[in-house]
């Protein structure tokens, strides 16, 4: 069974802290995904990463940045948090190739800033 | 813009049938995706339609018409640990996933 698995499930934080989500993945998986979820509002996807070292802007970047120096690892990095990044992040991998829309989820931290 | 509706809760009875919609409009399509998450856990893919008609496995259905923008999810026999949200996503024509805000399902005895 794939497993993707997030550092933390519950943080809490203040205003202007540096954040680290970590995500690691055991299936060899090429893509990797970060998302926040907000009640009453879909997956929104932040960053995400189709190789080593690569990364792409997803739809809600700002405020953070990523990190993928191993393909098994995507690091999820808050540089100043704020308390409007009170939320869920979801991790998720999945095979290569862009039409693999099959996710393998990890189970969420969850993070308040304070 | 690209929007994905569908309805914000559910309730229904153990062992009854349930149908969930989802409503589509996208930049193109190359797929809908329906996912299961139970509370404070990680969502699980449930099915895959990327064809009109109906796929079925076990318990659960789900339905597409590209046509209408439309996709249902159908629980047979239900059990209370089907109790969770359900997300519907389309994959549009930049192979991105646009998620709906997900389905309350809420099974009473």
């Known amino acids: 069974d794939v497993k993707v698995t997030q550092s933390s499930r519950y943080l809490v934080k203040r205003t202007g802290e540096k954040v680290f989500l970590e995500c690691v993945q055991d299936m060899d998986h090429e893509n990797m995904f970060w998302y926040r979820q907000d009640p009453g509002l879909g997956l929104r996807l932040i960053y995400f990463s189709y190789d080593v070292k690569m990364k792409e802007k997803g739809d809600i970047p700002e405020g953070y940045s990523v990190s993928r120096e191993k393909k098994e690892r995507f690091s999820l990095i808050l540089e100043s948090a704020s308390t409007n990044q009170t939320s869920m992040y979801l991790c998720?991998?999945?095979?290569?190739?862009?039409?693999?829309?099959?996710?393998?989820f990890g189970e969420g931290s969850r993070l308040t800033v304070l | 813009g690209q929007n994905i509706d569908q309805p914000t809760e559910m309730t229904a009875t153990e062992g009854a049938i349930v149908q969930i919609n989802c409503t589509y409009q996208t930049s193109g399509f190359n797929g809908l995706f329906w996912y299961q998450q139970h509370a404070g856990e990680a969502p699980t893919f449930l099915s895959y339609n990327v064809l009109d008609g109906l796929e079925e496995k076990g318990r659960f259905s789900s339905f597409l018409s590209r046509s209408k923008g439309y996709s249902y999810l159908l629980l047979k026999e239900l059990q209370m640990k089907d109790s969770a949200s359900y997300l519907c996503?389309?994959?549009?024509?930049?192979?991105?996933?646009?998620w709906g805000a997900g389905t309350k399902l809420i099974i009473k005895p």
């Open positions: 996503a389309v994959m549009d024509s930049n192979y991105q996933l646009i």
């Open positions: 998720a991998s999945s095979l290569t190739g862009l039409e693999t829309g099959e996710l393998f």
